[in-house]
């Protein structure tokens, strides 16, 4: 069980200039002034001024009278180790990676330091601000967009809005998926909203038991492609949240392996594409 120290909110409000943040937030959660500020460099620490809240990563920075310190410690989260993600590409305007399995797209107000985004603001040289454009579920592998500025954050954005950004993915799945239109068009309303998705059959594994598949996505719905194909009786393996659990303790099979756009920097057609090493392997 974990000590209550261990998993805490606090809300702080600042009464002067002179405030020091470390020194704030130790009084009120009893916490060492070191994991305060490892807290603060993990993405846990929120300073709100005005309307602005953001996250604080500087323990010597000034304060002002009526600002509030947020602290969301929790030390399970913040002692997680992130997966290595590989950059693929750097377009200066955005950057391109492999998330691994087990990293995220995007923090929580708990942290940060085990996402995508935090990873490319600290490893690429010269050093950059990074914002999330789209997600990809922790367990799942692939592609991903960051981008350096909020213009070219929302200029992403928009292509995926407006569906002008192709993602394609390749799924191993539980079944033989080979007697399926080629391509199926999958259309449900997920969360009470349009979700698209074409799967094509590519391969069945030696025994019959499983189905390599290429899926193109229209829509970016939370788990659409997980939601949509079990929806058909073809869980995918490794999925622990709509399979049935035979494949515990594997992968999720599902790999981002291609994103095509155009560049909102250039304004050129660009393709990128998961290397094959990363692909997923049939049997």
């Not at 490319?120 to 922790?138: G, I, N, T, W, Y």
């Not at 229209?218 to 997980?226: A, D, L, P, S, Y």
Request: aromatic share 6%.
């Amino acid at each position: 069980m974990n000590a209550p120290e261990d998993h805490q909110e606090q809300h702080v409000s600042v009464a002067s200039m002179e405030d020091s943040p470390v020194e704030l937030l130790h009084r009120a959660s009893g916490l060492s002034r070191q994991r305060i500020k490892a807290a603060m460099s993990q993405g846990a620490v929120w300073l709100t001024r005005g309307s602005n809240t953001q996250r604080l990563r500087r323990a010597k920075r000034p304060l002002l009278a009526g600002d509030e310190l947020h602290l969301y410690y929790d030390a399970k989260i913040l002692a997680e180790a992130p997966a290595e993600p590989m950059l693929i590409c750097d377009a200066n305007g955005y950057s391109v990676w492999r998330k691994p399995y087990g990293l995220r797209s995007q923090g929580s107000k708990w942290g940060d330091h085990c996402t995508v985004v935090r990873q490319a603001e600290q490893k690429l040289k010269p050093q950059r601000p990074a914002f999330s454009v789209h997600r990809l579920d922790r367990a799942a592998n692939g592609l991903i967009l960051v981008a350096h500025s909020r213009s070219i954050a929302a200029a992403l954005a928009s292509l995926f809005r407006e569906r002008s950004l192709e993602k394609r993915y390749q799924i191993i799945v539980s079944g033989d998926f080979s007697g399926q239109p080629d391509p199926i068009r999958i259309e449900q309303a997920l969360d009470n909203k349009e979700a698209i998705s074409e799967a094509s059959f590519r391969r069945l594994s030696a025994d019959g038991m499983q189905s390599l598949v290429d899926v193109r996505i229209e829509t970016g719905r939370k788990h659409q492609i997980r939601k949509l194909l079990a929806s058909l009786g073809y869980t995918i393996i490794g999925d622990r949240l709509y399979g049935s659990g035979e494949n515990d303790g594997v992968d999720l099979q599902l790999t981002a392996y291609l994103l095509a756009f155009r560049c909102p920097v250039s304004n050129e057609p660009v393709e990128y594409r998961l290397p094959a090493k990363w692909m997923p392997k049939l049997v």
